[in-house]
């Protein structure tokens, strides 16, 4: 199957019934090979952020979304994707745990870059949470933290990508940043829908040249030494000789669940490519 067939599968999905358009790219096998063509393809032309971003409205159309912390460097992907598809929606999952100076950066960018911003929670109230499951975030257990994850960050987002009908997810991971993120590649599928990440091998410099060249901020707590920020509770300031997400969850783990396999096949999936 050539790059070109599978843009115009995946460009298919949008005008048909969205289970028999997956179908349709599933029923290649093995599946891997199809996203490996076009993975190759995008490392094999050098194609840049801004391309990456322009081929993905081009094939998703209004099936594309994007999704934001309002972290340390997300003005940067704000600022990149918006400036092509200004009215793509943002979703931001609010976990009602952020710092205030995560709301007050989220307004400032959501009024100068006039962002589509459409804010999911959990139908579980912190206070209602914390009196049935307690803190988690205090009983320094992964689980806990899990449960926790689970509750306030992946069951709003796995709902924000139902009703918005998303077919394909822009987002800003990068592969430097935790074990995870070095097996990820373009173009990815998670939850049934393809995961698209334009800015996966910039490196430290390209964000902050990206940041200084576009006149863009980053998240206030950086000032404070913060290079990697969530919830107020699990994120805290880089220390000497620590590693970014050792700033994170209490250091118990990498990832809050967002970025994740959902599905045994999508972890199967990545395991082989890591091979």
């Known amino acids: 199957m050539t790059t070109t067939q599978i843009a115009d599968a995946i460009k298919f999905e949008k005008n048909t019934d969205s289970s028999k358009a997956i179908a349709s790219i599933r029923s290649e096998a093995p599946q891997l090979d199809n996203l490996n063509a076009l993975n190759h393809h995008f490392s094999d032309t050098k194609a840049n952020a801004t391309e990456i971003v322009q081929w993905s409205a081009e094939t998703f159309g209004r099936g594309l979304v994007m999704s934001t912390s309002f972290g340390i460097q997300s003005a940067v992907m704000l600022h990149l994707v918006t400036r092509t598809i200004p009215n793509i929606p943002v979703i931001w999952v609010d976990t009602g745990y952020l710092p205030p100076e995560t709301y007050r950066f989220a307004d400032e960018l959501s009024q100068r870059l006039h962002l589509n911003l459409q804010v999911y929670q959990s139908p579980l109230s912190p206070a209602r949470m914390e009196a049935l499951h307690g803190k988690l975030w205090e009983q320094h257990d992964v689980e806990a933290f ?101 700033t994170r969850f209490q250091g118990l783990k990498q990832e809050c669940g967002l970025h994740l396999p959902q599905t045994e096949g999508e972890a199967e999936s990545l395991d082989s490519s890591s091979l």
């Open 146 to 246: 899990n449960r926790y994850d689970k509750i306030r960050k992946v069951e709003p987002m796995q709902r924000a990508l139902k009703e918005l009908g998303a077919t394909a997810w822009l987002a800003g991971l990068r592969n430097n940043q935790t074990d995870h993120r070095k097996t990820l590649d373009f173009v990815n599928i998670q939850s049934e829908i393809y995961k698209i990440l334009p800015i996966l091998r910039w490196n430290s410099r390209d964000i902050y040249q990206y940041l200084t060249a576009n006149d863009l901020p980053y998240h206030p707590l950086f000032d404070q030494g913060y290079v990697t920020v969530g919830d107020w509770h699990s994120s805290r300031p880089l220390m000497a000789g620590e590693d970014d997400r050792d």
